[in-house]
C-alpha cells in the first residue's frame, strides 16, 4: 500500500487509502490527491507591451538596440549587432527587447538569416504552437502568408489581435491575417531584469 502511494504522487487527483480489516472495514488515507495546477498566469512581457501602446516610434531602435545589449553586457557580438540607426524596421528589435528584459537573449543567425531585427531569425525560436492553441504572449510570425507583402512579427494579443511595435510608426494592437506560425518562447525570468538606463545613448560614429 505504501508503494501505491508513492506512485500516486506522480498523478493529478488521485489519493490512495488503505483498509486493515478487509474491503470497506476500515479506510486510513496514505495519500491525499494532488491538486489540479492552477492555470498559467498571463506573461509578464505581454503585459509590457500592452502598456506600451501608443509609445515608441521609428527613432527608438536606437534605444531599444541599446537596451538589449544592457541585458546581456559581456556578449560583445550582440551588443556589436545592436547598434541600430534611427528608422530601422524595428518590429523584430521590439520583440526582443521585450524578451531580452525577462533574461531571453535573442537570436543571432548567420547563412544570409540576419538577426533579430529579421523576422525569419525568429523561425526556429522557442517550440511551435497550433494557432487554436495560441495564447497572449506568444509570438506570431508574418513570413509574407497567401502571397502578400506582409513580412511582420508581433506579439499574440488577446480577441484575434496582435500586440507589436513597427506597426503604424509605434506600438499598437490590431488584426493581421493568420500567421503563419506561431512559436512559444519561454524566457528564464518571471522578473523583469533592472537596465542601467532608460533613455537614448549617443553611438559613437
Known amino acids: 500500500a505504501l508503494q501505491r502511494a508513492r506512485e500516486a504522487e506522480v498523478y493529478v487527483d ?53 537596451q538589449i545589449a544592457a541585458a546581456f553586457p559581456t556578449d560583445t557580438r550582440l551588443a556589436e549587432y545592436s547598434r541600430f540607426s534611427d528608422g530601422t524596421q524595428w518590429c523584430g528589435i521590439y520583440i526582443a527587447a521585450k524578451l531580452a528584459h525577462y533574461g531571453y537573449k535573442p537570436p543571432l543567425r548567420d547563412f544570409g538569416i540576419g538577426g533579430y531585427a529579421y523576422v525569419d531569425a525568429w523561425e526556429p525560436e522557442g517550440i511551435a504552437i497550433s494557432f ?21 512579427i508581433a506579439f499574440v494579443g488577446e480577441n484575434g489581435k496582435y500586440i507589436g511595435g513597427n506597426q503604424s510608426d509605434t506600438v499598437t494592437e490590431t488584426t493581421f491575417p493568420t500567421p503563419t506560425s506561431i512559436r512559444r518562447i519561454t524566457p528564464p525570468n518571471t522578473q523583469p531584469i533592472e537596465l542601467p538606463f532608460s533613455r537614448p545613448m549617443l553611438l559613437p560614429q
Open 14 to 66: 488521485v489519493g490512495v487509502s488503505y483498509s486493515a480489516e478487509g474491503e470497506y472495514g476500515s479506510s486510513r488515507q496514505l495519500a491525499a490527491p494532488n491538486p489540479r495546477p492552477t492555470m498559467p498566469t498571463v506573461a509578464p512581457w505581454y503585459l509590457d507591451a500592452k502598456a506600451d501602446l501608443g509609445k515608441y516610434t521609428d527613432d527608438d531602435a536606437p534605444l531599444l538596440g541599446q
Open 132 to 152: 487554436a492553441n495560441k495564447q497572449p504572449g506568444d509570438v506570431a510570425i508574418f513570413n509574407r502568408p497567401n502571397g502578400s507583402s506582409l513580412h511582420h
